[in-house]
């Protein structure tokens, strides 16, 4: 499985970002994911959606800011980042993996493929 980040960059505080994930490969995977990962902290889960898709989970920090998608016809997942804070600067990665979107989903350790991830930056 091969995901390649893209649409990263720098924002003012209050602006818009929509990051998109290209998936080649094995792609019957069920899950796909966004995760953040800021300097000297965890990677930590921000959006998990299944395939097909169903409700989506978000972490609480991007509730009603931050939307995933996924364009099953082109195998391309997004994250559309509104309202954007300088606290969502990061570098941002897609996953995808076969353990769902319950308990735990934005754990690092549960998610078995990763892109290289795309620089976010809000100033």
């Known amino acids: 499985v091969q995901l390649v980040e893209s649409g990263g960059g720098s924002v003012q505080a209050g602006g818009s970002l929509r990051l998109s994930c290209a998936v080649a490969?094995?792609?019957?995977?069920?899950?796909m994911g966004w995760f953040q990962q800021a300097p000297g902290k965890e990677r930590e889960g921000v959006a998990c959606?299944?395939?097909?898709?169903?409700?989506?989970y978000y972490a609480d920090s991007v509730k009603g800011r931050f939307t995933i998608s996924l364009d099953s016809a082109k195998n391309t997942l997004y994250l559309q980042m509104n309202s954007l804070k300088p606290e969502d600067s990061a570098m941002y990665y897609c996953?995808?993996?076969?353990?769902?979107?319950?308990?735990?989903?934005?754990?690092?350790?549960?998610?078995?493929?990763w892109g290289q991830g795309t620089q976010v930056t809000v100033s």
């Open positions: 996953a995808t993996g076969p353990y769902g979107c319950g308990a735990g989903w934005y754990a690092s350790s549960r998610w078995p493929y």
């Open positions: 490969g094995y792609t019957s995977i069920n899950y």
């Open positions: 959606i299944p395939r097909p898709y169903d409700s989506a």
